[in-house]
Nanobody
Framework: QVQLSESGGGLVQAGGSLRLSCAAS????????MGWFRQAPGKEREFVTL????????YYADSVKGRFTVSRDDAENTVYLQMNSLKPEDTAVYYC????????????????WGQGTQVTVSS
């Protein structure tokens, strides 16, 4: 079993930055595949970024490439999402998710989820 807790969301102006954190208890992130997803009002949950358990491979959705960066601190068992050059269309609830084996972009493949943190970007 694993429990996830996101933090770091808030209100920011377009062009600003935020750093989201996802802290885990139980299974270390180094032993699981980890993804970030987001869901805007009236829209389906969408893939943002993925980090494989090895930490050597990452993937980003085209909409965030060059602006978002995922990283992790194994000692703290925490994964970070650095979000720069934020746009109003980035407004959504952001979720972290982990799974021991799944490493795709379909949210249905992940077993464990955090409660989400709200990111609002004003224009």
């Amino acid at each position: 079993q694993v429990q996830l807790s996101e933090s770091g969301g808030g209100l920011v102006q377009a062009g600003g930055s935020l750093r989201l954190s996802c802290a885990a208890s139980g299974r270390p992130f180094a032993s699981s595949n980890m993804g970030w997803f987001r869901q805007a009002p009236g829209k389906e949950r969408e893939f943002v970024t993925l980090m494989l358990w090895s930490g050597t491979v990452t993937y980003y959705a085209d909409s965030v490439k060059g602006r978002f960066t995922v990283s992790r601190d194994d000692a703290e068992n925490t994964v970070y999402l650095q979000m720069n050059s934020l746009k109003p269309e980035d407004t959504a609830v952001y979720y972290c998710a982990v799974d021991p084996t799944y490493s795709g972009r379909n949210y249905a493949g992940y077993s464990y989820w955090g409660q989400g943190t709200q990111v609002t970007v004003s224009s």
